[in-house]
């Protein structure tokens, strides 16, 4: 039974979002490193990228195990972004704001409501997919006993 055409289209869009946000960093350490490690902290990185890439792949091919390695990545980004927001960004945001302002001669309130809106869209993303991906409906149609259509 297929409720709502969107959810494969978001699930999708998610994986496609995965992808994407991890070719970058996949291809500069391939150009630096040839993919071999030479550090664990390096080793880590690739490890996640290669998680990544295979959650995104489990996604579209309606896997339970890659919904659920995903939701506890972008938990894990969820709390990376909150830290970068409010511990390393929020000291310096209004000082850096007056700097573009007078350096672009825009309105420091309208550059502080702007700002304001992307950080919180940087917080808030990461966590929605988890919300996304732990609905019910959602888990349904990563069920193979459930009568979703794929």
């Not at 579209?60 to 409010?86: E, K, P, T």
């Not at 309208?110 to 992307?118: E, S, Y």
């Not at 993303?125 to 259509?149: C, E, H, Q, R």
């Amino acid at each position: 039974m297929r409720r709502n055409g969107n959810s494969h289209v978001l699930i999708q869009l998610i994986a496609i979002w995965m992808i994407f946000a991890v070719y970058p960093w996949l291809k500069s350490f391939y150009q630096e490193t040839g993919l071999v490690p030479q550090t664990l902290l390096e080793g880590l990185g690739l490890l996640g990228m290669v998680v990544a890439l295979f959650c995104a792949v489990g996604l579209v091919c309606g896997n339970d195990l890659a919904r659920l390695w995903s939701v506890w990545l972008f938990a894990i980004y969820f709390l990376w972004s909150f830290y970068v927001v409010c511990i390393e960004i929020a000291p310096y945001f209004s000082s850096s704001l007056e700097w573009l302002g007078k350096q672009y001669q825009v309105p420091v309130e309208r550059l502080k409501g702007m700002a304001l809106i992307l950080l919180i869209t940087h917080i808030m993303w990461p966590l929605i997919v988890v919300m996304y991906l732990t609905n019910p409906g959602v888990k349904a149609m990563f069920n193979p006993d459930s009568d979703w259509d794929r």
